[in-house]
């Protein structure tokens, strides 16, 4: 079965850097659009970034944008999240998302199927 096996969270001071991690299994991954998400205490699960399949279209919410990198290996089945001048509005549960998609690239929870657990990022003031 399908599995998303996120690593890399952590707590981090205001304007540090985290790489996020998260490994597929059980799936073609070249045929899966890639997401994180996060979701803070008491809060909604929000979209943070998304890659197509082949790694060449992204798309960030305007909250992380020019801060936030999403990348992809499809040699190692993985994509990351690259983290930089973090902020205390950061702090969240991570998540992991995989869509078999191989057009429009989805930015919305419902269109994703599968998720990971989901890696804790806490940003200390």
């Known amino acids: 079965q399908v599995q998303l096996v996120e690593s890399g969270g952590g707590l981090v001071q205001v304007g540090g850097s985290l790489r996020l991690s998260c490994a597929a299994s059980g799936l073609t991954f070249t045929s899966y659009a890639m997401g994180w998400f996060r979701q803070a205490p008491g809060k909604e699960r929000d979209f943070v970034a998304a890659?197509?399949?082949?790694?060449?279209?992204?798309y960030y919410a305007d909250s992380i944008k020019g801060r936030f990198t999403i990348s992809r290996d499809n040699a190692k089945n993985t994509v990351y999240l690259q983290m930089n001048s973090l902020k205390p509005g950061d702090t969240a549960v991570y998540y992991c998302a995989a869509e078999l998609r191989r057009g429009v690239v989805p930015r919305r929870v419902p269109d994703y199927t599968y998720w990971g657990q989901g890696t804790q990022v806490t940003v200390s003031s």
């Open positions: 890659i197509n399949w082949r790694g060449d279209s992204t």
